[in-house]
């Protein structure tokens, strides 16, 4: 075994000559969040949407905090959307967590990388390269849940999402 000394991004860029500045959303950036919920119905259907929260595009994700009250034999899929008003289309609908269930009551559950999707590289890439665009659409993209087991009665769910952004 050897003895090794590695540095992140942030550090590399810091004991460069000259020093390189690190980009806001990595170091030093301010916290922000979203937050939303929504009431689910006994009887709704598989791939039913929950369209919970909304971030800028630009944003580095750090938190997805998924709560609900227990929702008999639900589960969901917790992604990226393009929000409703650029037609709502899924990004990526499992980004965050696949098939988490909401059959018993969760409190501010971390499901940021709970399908391993939103792996350690990926979060130091804005949200919408992270979730696979080819290209920054602008505006907003929506934080969803998608039912991937039908709801056996009601309750809240809810998200908190927890970013950085440094406006660019």
Known sequence: MAVVTAKSTTITNRDAVPPVIND?????????SSHGYVTAVNGDSIGSKYILASVPTTVMVRKVLLSCAAITTCAADIGVYRNTKDGGA???????????????????????????TYTMDKQEQPLWQAAGLSADPGGTLDIVATLTAAAGSGGIVGASVEYVDNGT
């Open 24 to 32: 806001g959303r990595l170091e030093r950036g301010s916290l922000r």
């Open 90 to 116: 899924a990004v990526s609908a499992a980004f965050f967590g696949s098939a988490v269930s909401l059959a018993s009551a969760l409190s501010n559950s971390d499901v940021t990388n709970e399908s391993g």
